[in-house]
């Protein structure tokens, strides 16, 4: 799915010998409860977005209403608003996938970036083996149940490698490097939370390697063998209230 004058694509087919650009087409939307929709190995490229309500959920692929989506393969690439928007959706699953150079949109109101979703969306989002890179604002900023990050890459981004308040969150072999902002912010999202963050790299980014807030329980062998360089600051920050019986082990320069 891409702009008619992609020429990487089936050639010069409108014969125009133009370049394509972020917003030459319409937008994708995944709607209704029950719905879903599967997408494999398809890019997405070069669309503007949905804009029927607030800037926020300005996106090319919109889900909404309880509706599911899984993309195994491709990528969304080149949106000139979010790359993807949950919007009180079901559950969002990526796998082997890019989502990059998004949110070209981007002014003075509001910033876009790859993976979004709005403050009330309940679903949950699953991440594998997926690279989130260069987009204008943040990767990924998801609100809902739980947060699922493996074997993943999110890097260069223009803000937070990733930016998350859900109550379950486990991020496995990812590594977040030169982003503008931290590499990985959460909070949770109305229930206390246990967070798992296990063998992770964290280097370059403009802030903290990585921050966890809001009400949680940590236990040691959870988050365990993360590493961090060239950060902000080289560490895991806390904040919010740490509940229960709550250990945390040494990580590598962090």
């Known amino acids: 799915l891409t702009s008619l004058k992609d020429d990487s694509v089936g050639g010069d087919t409108d014969g125009d010998g133009g370049a394509p650009a972020a917003g ?22 070069y669309g503007r977005g949905y804009t029927g309500g607030s800037d926020s959920y300005n996106a090319v692929v919109y889900v909404d209403t309880g509706a599911a989506l899984t993309i195994n393969g491709g990528g969304i690439e080149d949106s000139y608003y979010h790359g993807l928007c949950g919007y009180r959706s079901g559950d969002v699953v990526l796998r082997d996938a890019v989502v990059s150079r998004n949110g070209s949109g981007s002014g003075s109101s509001y910033s876009y970036g790859g993976i979004s979703s709005v403050t009330d969306n309940g679903s949950g989002l699953t991440l594998e083996r997926v690279t989130a890179a260069n987009n204008t604002r943040r990767g990924v900023t998801w609100y809902g149940s739980a947060l699922t990050i493996t074997d993943s890459v999110m890097e260069s981004n223009g803000g937070y490698g990733v930016y998350a308040h859900v109550n379950g969150l486990t991020v496995t072999g990812s590594t977040f490097q030169n982003n503008t902002s931290a590499g990985l912010v959460t909070y949770s999202n109305g229930e206390t939370y246990r967070p798992t963050l296990l063998n992770n790299t964290f280097s370059g980014n403009g802030g903290d390697g990585a921050n966890l807030n809001g009400a949680m329980v940590l236990q040691d062998d959870l988050i365990v063998g993360n590493s961090g360089s060239g950060n902000g600051t080289n560490r895991i920050s806390l904040g919010g209230v740490i509940t229960g019986t709550s250990t945390l082990g040494p990580q590598t320069n962090l």
């Open 24 to 45: 030459n087409w319409g937008y994708m939307k995944v709607s209704g409860a029950g719905a879903s929709a599967t997408l494999n190995h398809t890019y997405i490229r």
